[in-house]
């Protein structure tokens, strides 16, 4: 096993798990298999609890870990899937050394250390890739900025890690900044001598320099870094500013990172030369992208995006699909409530007037009353006026209770989450194991969700699977007692766990598009590979009532390939050509999808 270790210096907020996981593109691009470790060192053991104001959205895993959303960052560029064990924090180290009891005195040297060094060694090997056996190379994000006292033990684990496992198997990137002082214009590298100095100091040598800057670093400027920081010219690196984040693996590519790096790993009579025909194609078609298709994205975190990053990033994955420009107007669902209207009638006319000139509606997952009455009318709002929409978990709950109210006269209908004395419980608390048992009630992570028959907009989505394999994370469930009710209203629950009690997709098959989904389809998009649901979203138009139907059997289903033809397919295509059955190719996520 080779290593990348990736560390940050200067400022916190470089893009290091963008870059960490650029890297991790290019070394694939030459055909070497890789993963990828995370390593957070705040003191919680995990993300599960920390607020998505404060640290972003909580992406969850497969196995129901609930982790930084750089893993998100790194599932999605080397289209992995990734272990709660890629997530390395000190409060999880902590646990795992204090757990074994050792009997003696504890301590960071040489306790805490060794644990941290055997944690990497062993999620290392963890195979991400759906191959069998481990992977050639693991690039490790260290969080935090050089210098963090949280840090100390992780750089110290991580310095005698490196001399233990050899030279030629650990590479050190450093991303740093080069700040231009606006009134001479002059790019400065003293605060990457300082960041190096610091990183030599605390025992770790950078192989590599990555350097933040505006503009492409001149070759004075570097040589300047190379001479102080004791880095060769070749293997400094400007990470410069890019029209977006998929340039990144290509600017290295171009300034020929992956040789430093194969050079630094004795890999390069191994590796071959990076293919990225597909990736280039791809961010091209992002540079170019003008027929705009705007979303309502009504949630309650709306003033920082990172709180819905994967939601996003699914929404852009299948706008490039579609050819469309994504634009995204952040609908805060408590401005829409009666009670603004009052408080402060303009910004409640602001959030109307957003969800009115929107294309499509998104209601994302979420916690909490806060905007739940927002969200409510955003949601008969698109249902009673064909605009497509898309309901994720919290956003399918509040579909299912706003049918309820609207059309079966309901008017009390609720969640017991919100109203736990509602007369009319439409969403219920149904943990999986006891109700009475304390914690770990949450239902996490990779669950199977089966159709009830082909004839919906969803399954054909999947490409016609039998059932769909997503990530969950939410208490609260429909009440399957409400169900036969909905249905005979209308609302169709067209898919269901495998015991037939957890409603898990609803549809309005009347609707141009009206989906709701329990689970978090986001979590499972790839560039190149959208989600079935988000591609749908973007697909669908108010005119056309079916939209969906020319994915159904042309859908690619095994496998869903990654390969040139998704590109093809794409290429002279607009959305209405594709709603229209030109489309041959659709790429679509295949992780989960099974016929
Ligand atoms: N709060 C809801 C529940 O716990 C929805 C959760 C979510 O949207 N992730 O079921």
């Given at each position: 096993?080779?290593?990348?270790?990736?560390?940050?210096?200067?400022?916190?907020g470089?893009g290091?798990g963008v870059?960490?996981?650029?890297?991790g593109?290019?070394?694939?691009?030459?055909?070497?298999?890789?993963?990828?470790?995370?390593?957070?060192?705040?003191?919680?053991?995990?993300?599960?609890?920390?607020?998505?104001?404060?640290h972003?959205?909580?992406f969850?895993?497969?196995?129901?870990?609930?982790?930084?959303?750089?893993?998100?960052?790194?599932?999605?560029?080397?289209?992995?899937?990734?272990?709660?064990?890629?997530?390395?924090?000190?409060?999880?180290?902590?646990?795992?050394?204090?757990d074994k009891?050792?009997?003696?005195?504890?301590?960071v040297?040489?306790?805490?250390t060794?644990?941290?060094?055997?944690?990497?060694?062993?999620?290392?090997?963890?195979?991400?890739d759906?191959?069998?056996g481990?992977?050639?190379?693991?690039?490790?994000?260290?969080g935090?900025?050089?210098?963090d006292?949280?840090?100390?033990?992780?750089?110290?684990?991580?310095?005698?890690?490196?001399?233990?496992?050899?030279?030629?198997?650990?590479?050190?990137?450093?991303?740093?900044?080069?700040?231009?002082?606006?009134?001479?214009?002059?790019?400065?590298?003293?605060?990457?001598?300082h960041?190096?100095?610091?990183?030599?100091?605390?025992?770790?040598?950078?192989?590599?320099?990555?350097?933040?800057?505006?503009?492409?670093?001149?070759?004075?400027?570097?040589?300047?870094?190379?001479?102080?920081?004791?880095?060769?010219?070749?293997?400094?690196?400007?990470?410069?500013?890019?029209?977006?984040?998929?340039?990144?693996?290509?600017?290295l590519?171009?300034?020929?990172?992956?040789?430093?790096?194969?050079?630094?790993l004795?890999?390069?009579?191994?590796?071959?030369?990076?293919?990225?025909?597909?990736?280039t194609?791809?961010?091209?078609?992002?540079?170019?992208?003008?027929?705009?298709?705007?979303?309502?994205?009504?949630?309650?975190?709306?003033?920082l995006?990172?709180?819905?990053?994967?939601?996003?990033?699914a929404?852009?994955?299948?706008?490039v699909?579609?050819?469309?420009?994504?634009?995204?107007d952040?609908?805060p669902?408590?401005?829409l409530?009666?009670?603004?209207r009052?408080?402060?009638p303009?910004?409640?006319?602001?959030?109307?007037?957003?969800?009115?000139?929107?294309?499509?509606?998104?209601?994302?997952?979420?916690?909490?009353?806060?905007?739940?009455?927002?969200?409510?009318?955003?949601?008969?709002?698109?249902?009673?006026?064909?605009?497509?929409?898309?309901?994720?978990?919290?956003?399918?709950?509040?579909a299912?209770?706003?049918?309820?109210?609207?059309?079966?006269?309901?008017?009390?209908?609720?969640?017991?989450?919100?109203?736990?004395e509602?007369k009319?419980?439409?969403?219920?608390?149904?943990p999986?194991?006891?109700?009475?048992?304390m914690?770990?009630?949450?239902?996490?992570?990779?669950?199977?969700?089966?159709?009830?028959?082909?004839?919906?907009?969803?399954?054909?989505?999947?490409?016609?699977?039998?059932?769909?394999?997503?990530?969950?994370?939410?208490?609260?469930e429909?009440?399957?007692?409400?169900?036969?009710?909905?249905?005979?209203a209308?609302l169709r629950?067209?898919?269901?766990?495998?015991?037939?009690?957890?409603?898990?997709?609803v549809?309005?098959?009347?609707?141009?598009?009206f989906?709701?989904?329990?689970f978090?389809?986001?979590?499972k998009?790839?560039?190149?590979?959208?989600?079935?649901?988000?591609?749908g979203l973007?697909?669908?138009?108010?005119?056309?009532?079916?939209g969906?139907?020319?994915?159904?059997?042309?859908?690619?289903?095994?496998g869903?390939?990654n390969?040139?033809?998704?590109?093809?397919?794409?290429?002279?295509?607009?959305?209405?050509?594709?709603?229209?059955g030109s489309?041959?190719?659709?790429?679509?996520?295949?992780?989960?999808?099974?016929?």
């Amino acid at each position: 096993m080779k290593y990348v270790l990736v560390t940050g210096g200067v400022v916190s907020g470089l893009g290091k798990g963008v870059t960490a996981s650029s890297i991790g593109v290019l070394l694939k691009a030459c055909g070497l298999r890789v993963t990828s470790i995370k390593i957070d060192p705040y003191l919680n053991t995990d993300a599960g609890t920390m607020s998505p104001f404060e640290h972003g959205e909580v992406f969850v895993l497969d196995d129901g870990g609930e982790v930084d959303l750089d893993l998100g960052n790194y599932e999605r560029f080397l289209d992995t899937t990734l272990t709660r064990d890629n997530n390395i924090t000190t409060g999880k180290i902590y646990q795992s050394v204090l757990d074994k009891e050792l009997g003696k005195t504890v301590q960071v040297v040489p306790h805490i250390t060794d644990a941290i060094q055997e944690w990497i060694e062993r999620a290392a090997m963890i195979p991400v890739d759906g191959q069998e056996g481990p992977a050639d190379v693991c690039v490790i994000e260290l969080g935090g900025t050089i210098g963090d006292i949280e840090s100390m033990p992780f750089i110290e684990a991580l310095g005698q890690f490196s001399y233990r496992v050899g030279a030629g198997n650990f590479c050190l990137i450093h991303v740093s900044l080069v700040p231009v002082l606006n009134v001479v214009g002059e790019q400065k590298t003293k605060p990457t001598q300082h960041s190096v100095r610091g990183l030599r100091g605390l025992g770790l040598t950078p192989n590599i320099l990555a350097c933040r800057s505006a503009k492409a670093l001149g070759e004075n400027v570097k040589g300047k870094l190379s001479q102080f920081c004791h880095v060769p010219v070749e293997n400094i690196v400007t990470l410069y500013d890019v029209p977006n984040i998929w340039h990144i693996p290509l600017l290295l590519r171009d300034q020929k990172a992956h040789e430093a790096i194969l050079k630094g790993l004795n890999l390069m009579g191994v590796a071959r030369n990076p293919e990225l025909e597909e990736w280039t194609a791809r961010t091209k078609v992002y540079d170019q992208l003008c027929d705009p298709v705007r979303i309502a994205m009504v949630g309650k975190y709306t003033g920082l995006s990172d709180s819905y990053l994967s939601v996003l990033k699914a929404l852009l994955h299948a706008s490039v699909a579609c050819r469309r420009k994504l634009i995204v107007d952040w609908v805060p669902a408590s401005d829409l409530e009666d009670i603004t209207r009052k408080e402060s009638p303009e910004a409640y006319e602001a959030a109307w007037n957003s969800l009115k000139c929107a294309d499509r509606v998104l209601v994302p997952g979420g916690f909490g009353d806060r905007g739940v009455q927002g969200k409510i009318l955003a949601a008969k709002y698109a249902r009673e006026n064909n605009v497509p929409f898309l309901g994720i978990c919290l956003g399918m709950q509040i579909a299912v209770i706003e049918f309820a109210r609207s059309v079966l006269g309901l008017h009390d209908a609720n969640s017991t989450e919100f109203d736990p004395e509602t007369k009319n419980p439409c969403v219920i608390f149904m943990p999986e194991v006891s109700k009475t048992h304390m914690g770990g009630t949450m239902r996490l992570g990779s669950r199977r969700t089966y159709f009830m028959n082909t004839d919906c907009k969803s399954a054909k989505l999947y490409g016609n699977a039998r059932f769909v394999d997503e990530r969950h994370r939410h208490r609260y469930e429909v009440n399957p007692e409400v169900v036969p009710e909905l249905e005979k209203a209308g609302l169709r629950f067209v898919g269901r766990d495998e015991s037939g009690q957890r409603m898990e997709i609803v549809e309005l098959p009347d609707h141009p598009y009206f989906i709701g989904v329990q689970f978090h389809p986001e979590f499972k998009s790839r560039p190149g590979k959208p989600s079935g649901l988000f591609l749908g979203l973007i697909a669908a138009s108010r005119e056309q009532s079916d939209g969906v139907s020319c994915y159904g059997s042309k859908a690619i289903t095994n496998g869903m390939s990654n390969g040139p033809s998704v590109m093809k397919s794409c290429i002279n295509g607009n959305a209405s050509k594709f709603l229209n059955g030109s489309c041959n190719a659709i790429p679509m996520n295949g992780n989960g999808v099974h016929c």
